[in-house]
């Protein structure tokens, strides 16, 4: 196989792969505090203790992977760009405001 040919291969594998990983498991573990949602932190005998929330994912631990929100991101503007639009004749009373 050509090395071009190989290479854009292996670059569509990695996009699948990745598409793939998006669709089954859209949120990842957060990685400030590694999915805990808080920070860890010792007292003073050198016991580990549960720090403060986390800011970045709000306390959940998890984010949602770039791929995702990115996918979130196009349904959403396809959808408000191919809704349909609302008929004037959709009205059935006569005086709406009484
Ligand atoms: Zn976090």
Do not use: N, V
Not at 31 to 39: H, P, T
Not at 74 to 86: A, D, L, Q, S
């Amino acid at each position: 196989m050509p090395l071009p040919a190989l290479a854009s291969f292996l670059l569509l594998l990695f996009t699948l792969c990745y598409a793939g990983l998006c669709a089954a498991q859209p949120f990842a573990a957060c990685r400030k505090c590694r999915g805990f949602g808080f920070a860890t932190k010792t007292d003073r005998k050198g016991r580990a203790k549960r720090g403060k929330d986390c800011r970045r994912c709000k306390a959940t631990g998890a984010r949602i992977r770039r791929g995702r929100h990115l996918w979130d991101l196009w349904r959403r503007t396809h959808e408000r760009g191919t809704r349909p639009t609302p008929t004037a004749g959709t009205r059935t009373e006569s005086r709406p405001w009484l």
